[in-house]
Protein backbone atom coordinates (compact mmCIF):
# COMPACT_ATOMS: atom_id res chain seq x y z
CA UNK A 1 0.00 0.00 0.00
CA UNK A 2 1.79 3.26 -1.03
CA UNK A 3 0.17 6.32 0.54
CA UNK A 4 2.38 9.99 0.79
CA UNK A 5 3.44 8.94 3.72
CA UNK A 6 5.52 5.68 2.11
CA UNK A 7 6.58 7.70 -0.81
CA UNK A 8 7.82 10.73 1.80
CA UNK A 9 9.73 8.54 4.75
CA UNK A 10 10.83 5.59 2.03
CA UNK A 11 8.84 3.21 3.83
CA UNK A 12 6.70 0.44 2.14
CA UNK A 13 3.93 0.32 4.53
CA UNK A 14 1.80 3.33 6.01
CA UNK A 15 2.57 1.99 9.80
CA UNK A 16 4.59 3.56 12.65
CA UNK A 17 6.00 2.56 16.04
CA UNK A 18 6.15 6.13 18.06
CA UNK A 19 8.98 6.82 20.15
CA UNK A 20 7.98 5.31 23.59
CA UNK A 21 10.14 5.60 26.50
CA UNK A 22 11.70 2.16 27.76
CA UNK A 23 10.14 0.60 24.77
CA UNK A 24 11.08 2.47 21.30
CA UNK A 25 14.33 0.36 21.43
CA UNK A 26 16.44 -0.48 19.35
CA UNK A 27 15.17 -3.69 18.73
CA UNK A 28 11.59 -2.76 18.62
CA UNK A 29 12.42 0.27 16.33
CA UNK A 30 14.57 -2.19 13.44
CA UNK A 31 11.78 -4.60 13.61
CA UNK A 32 9.26 -2.07 12.48
CA UNK A 33 11.58 -0.93 9.67
CA UNK A 34 12.25 -4.61 8.79
CA UNK A 35 8.48 -5.17 8.65
CA UNK A 36 8.40 -2.39 5.94
CA UNK A 37 7.04 0.73 8.89
CA UNK A 38 8.79 3.88 10.10
CA UNK A 39 10.19 2.93 13.83
CA UNK A 40 10.97 5.82 15.88
CA UNK A 41 13.72 5.42 18.46
CA UNK A 42 12.76 7.05 22.14
CA UNK A 43 16.09 9.21 23.64
CA UNK A 44 14.02 10.42 26.58
CA UNK A 45 15.64 8.24 28.70
CA UNK A 46 18.68 8.52 27.22
CA UNK A 47 22.26 10.53 27.33
CA UNK A 48 24.05 11.26 24.18
CA UNK A 49 26.68 8.64 23.96
CA UNK A 50 23.56 5.97 24.78
CA UNK A 51 21.81 7.55 21.48
CA UNK A 52 24.28 7.16 19.34
CA UNK A 53 25.11 3.78 20.42
CA UNK A 54 21.21 2.95 19.74
CA UNK A 55 21.63 4.55 16.38
CA UNK A 56 24.28 2.46 15.60
CA UNK A 57 23.14 -0.61 16.81
CA UNK A 58 19.84 0.01 14.79
CA UNK A 59 21.96 0.05 11.99
CA UNK A 60 23.25 -3.12 12.77
CA UNK A 61 19.98 -4.23 12.66
CA UNK A 62 18.57 -2.97 9.65
CA UNK A 63 19.24 -0.80 6.49
CA UNK A 64 15.93 0.77 6.01
CA UNK A 65 14.48 3.86 7.05
CA UNK A 66 13.81 4.55 10.74
CA UNK A 67 13.56 7.92 13.16
CA UNK A 68 14.09 8.93 16.46
CA UNK A 69 12.17 11.18 18.91
CA UNK A 70 12.96 14.28 20.85
CA UNK A 71 10.96 15.84 23.43
CA UNK A 72 12.26 19.21 22.78
CA UNK A 73 11.45 20.57 26.53
CA UNK A 74 13.44 18.21 28.67
CA UNK A 75 16.70 18.52 29.67
CA UNK A 76 18.95 16.71 27.17
CA UNK A 77 16.66 16.43 24.18
CA UNK A 78 18.76 18.94 22.31
CA UNK A 79 21.52 17.11 22.76
CA UNK A 80 20.48 13.60 22.03
CA UNK A 81 19.19 15.37 18.60
CA UNK A 82 22.27 17.11 17.70
CA UNK A 83 24.02 13.30 18.06
CA UNK A 84 20.99 12.46 15.72
CA UNK A 85 21.98 14.92 12.87
CA UNK A 86 25.74 14.05 13.36
CA UNK A 87 24.92 10.36 12.75
CA UNK A 88 22.71 11.83 9.65
CA UNK A 89 19.38 9.69 10.71
CA UNK A 90 16.61 9.66 8.41
CA UNK A 91 13.83 10.74 9.95
CA UNK A 92 13.94 13.34 13.25
CA UNK A 93 10.63 13.47 15.24
CA UNK A 94 9.88 16.26 17.67
CA UNK A 95 7.51 17.83 20.29
CA UNK A 96 6.64 20.17 22.79
CA UNK A 97 9.40 22.90 21.29
CA UNK A 98 10.41 24.75 18.40
CA UNK A 99 12.24 22.57 15.87
CA UNK A 100 13.25 25.27 13.05
CA UNK A 101 16.91 24.10 13.96
CA UNK A 102 16.42 20.58 13.53
CA UNK A 103 14.88 20.81 9.84
CA UNK A 104 17.36 22.78 8.41
CA UNK A 105 20.07 20.52 9.82
CA UNK A 106 18.25 17.57 8.71
CA UNK A 107 17.28 18.65 5.35
CA UNK A 108 21.03 19.37 4.96
CA UNK A 109 21.77 15.82 4.64
CA UNK A 110 18.73 14.68 3.00
CA UNK A 111 16.94 13.76 6.26
CA UNK A 112 13.04 14.32 6.84
CA UNK A 113 11.59 15.81 9.77
CA UNK A 114 8.20 15.02 11.60
CA UNK A 115 6.75 17.25 14.20
CA UNK A 116 4.16 15.84 16.72
CA UNK A 117 0.81 18.43 16.78
CA UNK A 118 -2.48 18.01 18.69
CA UNK A 119 -4.08 21.30 17.49
CA UNK A 120 -4.45 22.87 13.89
CA UNK A 121 -2.40 25.80 15.48
CA UNK A 122 0.58 23.45 15.93
CA UNK A 123 0.00 21.71 12.46
CA UNK A 124 0.28 25.05 10.65
CA UNK A 125 2.97 26.55 12.98
CA UNK A 126 5.22 23.13 11.82
CA UNK A 127 4.33 23.11 8.09
CA UNK A 128 5.55 26.79 8.19
CA UNK A 129 9.09 25.88 9.61
CA UNK A 130 9.05 23.33 6.65
CA UNK A 131 8.65 20.05 8.48
CA UNK A 132 7.97 17.23 6.10
CA UNK A 133 5.26 15.41 7.96
CA UNK A 134 2.81 15.41 11.47
CA UNK A 135 2.27 12.85 14.58
CA UNK A 136 -1.06 13.87 15.02
CA UNK A 137 -2.18 12.40 18.41
CA UNK A 138 -5.30 12.11 19.12
CA UNK A 139 -7.35 11.75 23.28
CA UNK A 140 -7.30 7.91 23.05
CA UNK A 141 -3.43 7.48 22.80
CA UNK A 142 -1.24 6.18 25.63
CA UNK A 143 0.60 8.94 27.53
CA UNK A 144 0.36 12.86 26.04
CA UNK A 145 -2.70 12.79 23.57
CA UNK A 146 -4.96 15.88 22.80
CA UNK A 147 -8.25 17.10 24.27
CA UNK A 148 -9.99 16.24 20.62
CA UNK A 149 -11.01 12.42 19.58
CA UNK A 150 -8.75 11.02 16.20
CA UNK A 151 -11.83 10.91 14.67
CA UNK A 152 -12.72 14.72 14.71
CA UNK A 153 -8.86 15.81 14.87
CA UNK A 154 -7.52 14.58 11.69
CA UNK A 155 -10.11 15.61 9.48
CA UNK A 156 -9.67 19.22 11.36
CA UNK A 157 -6.07 18.95 10.19
CA UNK A 158 -5.84 17.75 6.73
CA UNK A 159 -8.40 20.71 6.79
CA UNK A 160 -5.73 23.57 7.29
CA UNK A 161 -2.38 21.23 6.54
CA UNK A 162 -1.28 19.52 3.04
CA UNK A 163 1.62 17.93 4.80
CA UNK A 164 1.62 13.67 4.96
CA UNK A 165 -0.22 12.70 8.25
CA UNK A 166 0.27 9.92 10.88
CA UNK A 167 -2.41 9.32 12.96
CA UNK A 168 -2.05 8.23 16.65
CA UNK A 169 -4.69 7.60 19.23
CA UNK A 170 -6.72 4.44 19.00
CA UNK A 171 -5.31 2.57 15.90
CA UNK A 172 -4.32 -0.79 16.00
CA UNK A 173 -6.05 -3.14 13.35
CA UNK A 174 -6.60 -2.86 10.06
CA UNK A 175 -9.94 -1.53 10.09
CA UNK A 176 -8.63 1.27 11.90
CA UNK A 177 -5.79 1.76 9.38
CA UNK A 178 -8.56 1.98 6.69
CA UNK A 179 -10.50 4.47 8.91
CA UNK A 180 -7.23 6.73 9.78
CA UNK A 181 -6.89 6.80 5.51
CA UNK A 182 -10.83 7.93 4.92
CA UNK A 183 -10.37 10.76 7.47
CA UNK A 184 -7.64 11.96 5.73
CA UNK A 185 -4.02 10.46 7.22
CA UNK A 186 -1.32 8.86 5.74
CA UNK A 187 -0.31 6.31 7.89
CA UNK A 188 -0.78 5.16 11.55
CA UNK A 189 1.24 5.12 14.41
CA UNK A 190 0.62 2.20 16.97
CA UNK A 191 2.03 2.51 20.06
CA UNK A 192 0.01 0.40 22.48
CA UNK A 193 -0.33 -2.09 19.86
CA UNK A 194 3.33 -2.29 19.21
CA UNK A 195 4.30 -2.67 22.75
CA UNK A 196 2.63 -5.95 22.61
CA UNK A 197 4.54 -7.60 20.24
CA UNK A 198 7.48 -10.23 20.70
CA UNK A 199 10.35 -7.58 20.21
CA UNK A 200 8.69 -4.93 22.77
CA UNK A 201 10.76 -5.02 25.99
CA UNK A 202 7.49 -4.39 27.92
CA UNK A 203 7.48 -6.76 30.75
CA UNK A 204 5.55 -10.63 30.77
CA UNK A 205 3.56 -9.00 33.77
CA UNK A 206 2.68 -5.92 31.90
CA UNK A 207 1.91 -7.37 28.78
CA UNK A 208 -0.20 -9.54 30.28
CA UNK A 209 -2.40 -6.76 32.25
CA UNK A 210 -2.82 -4.76 29.20
CA UNK A 211 -4.39 -8.08 27.30
CA UNK A 212 -6.65 -8.52 30.38
CA UNK A 213 -8.02 -4.79 30.51
CA UNK A 214 -10.93 -3.15 28.52
CA UNK A 215 -11.24 0.26 26.62
CA UNK A 216 -12.73 1.82 29.78
CA UNK A 217 -9.58 0.87 31.59
CA UNK A 218 -7.41 3.79 31.68
CA UNK A 219 -7.04 7.25 33.35
CA UNK A 220 -6.78 10.65 32.01
CA UNK A 221 -5.27 13.05 34.11
CA UNK A 222 -2.78 15.66 34.60
CA UNK A 223 -1.90 15.31 38.26
CA UNK A 224 0.79 12.28 36.83
CA UNK A 225 3.59 14.19 35.23
CA UNK A 226 1.95 17.48 35.11
CA UNK A 227 0.44 17.12 31.29
CA UNK A 228 -2.86 15.45 30.26
CA UNK A 229 -1.64 11.87 30.23
CA UNK A 230 -3.14 8.44 29.67
CA UNK A 231 -1.98 5.60 31.57
CA UNK A 232 -3.86 1.89 32.55
CA UNK A 233 -6.42 2.11 35.60
CA UNK A 234 -4.35 0.65 38.95
CA UNK A 235 -4.44 1.02 42.54
CA UNK A 236 -1.07 2.72 42.14
CA UNK A 237 -1.92 4.83 39.11
CA UNK A 238 -5.02 5.81 41.15
CA UNK A 239 -2.59 6.81 43.84
CA UNK A 240 -0.83 8.66 41.57
CA UNK A 241 -3.51 10.95 40.22
CA UNK A 242 -5.17 11.91 42.93
CA UNK A 243 -3.35 15.13 43.82
CA UNK A 244 -0.54 16.79 41.83
CA UNK A 245 2.81 16.40 43.31
CA UNK A 246 4.37 19.26 45.07
CA UNK A 247 7.28 21.20 43.39
CA UNK A 248 9.74 19.91 46.12
CA UNK A 249 9.28 16.54 46.13
CA UNK A 250 8.92 16.38 42.12
CA UNK A 251 12.47 18.23 42.11
CA UNK A 252 14.32 15.79 44.32
CA UNK A 253 12.64 12.81 42.50
CA UNK A 254 13.91 14.39 39.06
CA UNK A 255 17.45 14.90 40.34
CA UNK A 256 17.66 11.23 41.62
CA UNK A 257 16.84 10.37 38.09
CA UNK A 258 19.23 12.52 36.65
CA UNK A 259 21.62 10.79 38.43
CA UNK A 260 20.70 7.64 37.39
CA UNK A 261 20.90 8.85 33.44
CA UNK A 262 24.42 10.33 34.30
CA UNK A 263 23.12 13.65 33.60
CA UNK A 264 24.79 16.03 36.26
CA UNK A 265 21.98 17.44 38.34
CA UNK A 266 23.00 20.74 38.36
CA UNK A 267 22.04 21.04 34.32
CA UNK A 268 18.56 19.81 34.71
CA UNK A 269 18.24 22.59 37.58
CA UNK A 270 19.64 25.17 35.69
CA UNK A 271 17.70 24.46 33.13
CA UNK A 272 14.78 24.38 34.51
CA UNK A 273 15.71 27.89 36.66
CA UNK A 274 15.93 29.29 32.98
CA UNK A 275 12.56 28.77 32.14
CA UNK A 276 9.68 30.26 33.29
CA UNK A 277 8.97 29.23 37.13
CA UNK A 278 5.68 26.84 35.62
CA UNK A 279 7.81 25.15 33.21
CA UNK A 280 10.67 24.53 35.73
CA UNK A 281 7.53 22.57 37.61
CA UNK A 282 6.82 20.79 34.52
CA UNK A 283 10.11 19.17 34.16
CA UNK A 284 10.50 18.32 37.75
CA UNK A 285 6.75 16.53 37.31
CA UNK A 286 8.43 15.09 34.02
CA UNK A 287 11.36 13.79 35.98
CA UNK A 288 9.61 12.45 38.90
CA UNK A 289 7.39 10.24 36.77
CA UNK A 290 10.23 8.63 34.93
CA UNK A 291 10.82 6.40 37.48
CA UNK A 292 7.24 5.20 37.53
CA UNK A 293 7.15 4.69 33.88
CA UNK A 294 10.28 2.25 33.90
CA UNK A 295 8.80 0.39 36.98
CA UNK A 296 5.93 -0.77 34.82
CA UNK A 297 7.74 -1.64 31.77
CA UNK A 298 11.06 -3.15 32.36
CA UNK A 299 10.47 -4.18 35.66
CA UNK A 300 5.94 -5.21 35.70
CA UNK A 301 6.24 -3.76 38.82
CA UNK A 302 2.67 -2.39 38.93
CA UNK A 303 2.66 -1.73 43.17
CA UNK A 304 5.06 1.49 42.17
CA UNK A 305 5.25 1.60 38.73
CA UNK A 306 2.56 3.40 36.41
CA UNK A 307 1.75 1.65 32.46
CA UNK A 308 1.29 4.43 30.11
CA UNK A 309 -1.50 2.72 27.45
CA UNK A 310 -4.27 3.93 25.06
CA UNK A 311 -7.38 2.89 24.67
CA UNK A 312 -6.85 0.81 22.15
CA UNK A 313 -5.58 -1.72 24.79
CA UNK A 314 -9.14 -3.26 25.29
CA UNK A 315 -8.84 -4.58 21.68
CA UNK A 316 -5.28 -6.43 21.81
CA UNK A 317 -5.06 -9.92 23.13
CA UNK A 318 -2.35 -11.30 21.98
CA UNK A 319 1.39 -10.97 21.35
CA UNK A 320 2.69 -11.55 17.66
CA UNK A 321 5.94 -10.32 15.97
CA UNK A 322 5.90 -7.26 14.67
CA UNK A 323 6.49 -8.75 11.41
CA UNK A 324 2.90 -10.94 11.99
CA UNK A 325 1.34 -8.14 12.93
CA UNK A 326 1.89 -6.31 10.06
CA UNK A 327 0.76 -8.77 7.78
CA UNK A 328 -2.48 -8.93 9.61
CA UNK A 329 -2.87 -5.71 9.44
CA UNK A 330 -2.36 -4.94 5.79
CA UNK A 331 -4.99 -8.02 5.50
CA UNK A 332 -7.54 -6.86 7.89
CA UNK A 333 -7.29 -3.50 5.68
CA UNK A 334 -7.93 -5.33 2.76
CA UNK A 335 -11.01 -7.26 4.00
CA UNK A 336 -12.57 -3.64 5.61
CA UNK A 337 -12.37 -2.16 1.76
CA UNK A 338 -13.93 -5.08 0.39
CA UNK A 339 -16.60 -5.13 2.86
CA UNK A 340 -16.85 -1.35 1.84
CA UNK A 341 -16.92 -1.61 -1.88
CA UNK A 342 -19.62 -4.67 -1.61
CA UNK A 343 -22.09 -2.42 0.53
CA UNK A 344 -21.33 0.49 -2.00
CA UNK A 345 -22.56 -2.14 -4.47
CA UNK A 346 -25.76 -3.23 -2.73
Known sequence: MQTRFTETFGVRLPLACPGMSYIATPELVAATANAGGLGILATGPLNPEQTRAAIRRIRELTDRPFGIGCTLMMPGARENCEVALQEQVPVINFSLGKGDWIVKAAHAYGGK??????????????????????????????????????????????????????????????????????????????GSRLAMTQESPVHERSKEMIRQRSVADTLYSRNFDGLWCRMMDTPTSRAATRKPMNLLAAAWKASTIARKMGMPVWKVALGGMLQKPQELRQLALFGAATESIRLAIEEGNHQQGVQLIGQVQGLIDDVPTVQQLFERIMQEAGHSLSRLQQLNQA
Not at 155 to 161: E, G, L, Y
Not at 172 to 188: C, F, K, M, R, T
Open 113 to 190: VIATVVTEKHAISAEKAGVDGLLVTGHEAAAHGGEVTSLVLIPAIRKVCALPIIAAGGFGSGAGLLAALALGADAVAM
